[in-house]
C-alpha cells in the first residue's frame, strides 16, 4: 500500500472520530464523551484512539471546534435560502438559528447552545477551544448587524440566541412559541437602521 493510500485512511479514519466526537459532545456534554464509545461509533478500534489523539481533552477540543465548523456551514446554508428571499442578515440569521430545525437537531445544532454551561470547567485547551466557538458566534452575528450598529450589541443578541435555544430545548412542548416571542424580540430591538 502506497504513503498516499495510508494517509488517505488516515484522514478519513480522523473525519469519522471527528464525526463522532461532535456528535457526541452536543448530545452528551463533554463529561458524557467516552473515547470508547466514539471511537465504536466511528468504526474504529478504542487502540486507534491515540494514533490520531494525545488525550481525551484533545479530542474534545477537536470535537468542539468541529461541531462549531459544521453546525456553521449548516447555518449558513439556511441563511443563504432566507438572504436570497430577501430578507436581511440579521433577520435571516435570527429566523436561522431559532428556528424548529435548529432546534430539533441536537446532535448537529450550534455546540455552544449544547455546552455552554459547560464550557467554564473544561481544561484549558478544551476551554479555549469552546472560548473560540463562542467568540466566533458573536462575530457571525457582529457581521450581520445593520450599518451603524453598535458592535457590543453581537453579545447581547448571542447570549439571547443561545439562551432561547437551551430554554426551548427544556420546554419541550411549549418551545414553538418561545422561539417566535424571541425571533420578534429580537429583531423589533435590533434589525432596524440605526438613528
Known sequence: MNTESKQTRRELSHQRILD???RAVRRRGYDGVGVADVMKEAGLTHGGF???FKSRDALLAAAVEHAGASSRRI???RI???LAA???PLRALVEAYLSPEHLAAQDMGCPVAALG???VRQQEDVREASRRRVLGLIETVRQ???PGADPQQAAVITGSLVGTIQLARVLGDGAGELLQAARTSI????DRAPT
Open 117 to 119: 454551561s459547560e464550557m
Open 75 to 77: 447555518l449558513g446554508k
Open 20 to 22: 463522532a466526537a461532535a
Open 86 to 88: 430577501g430578507a436581511s
Open 187 to 190: 429583531l423589533d430591538q435590533y
Open 80 to 82: 443563504a435560502a432566507s
Open 144 to 146: 450581520a448587524l445593520p
Open 50 to 52: 491515540y494514533a490520531h
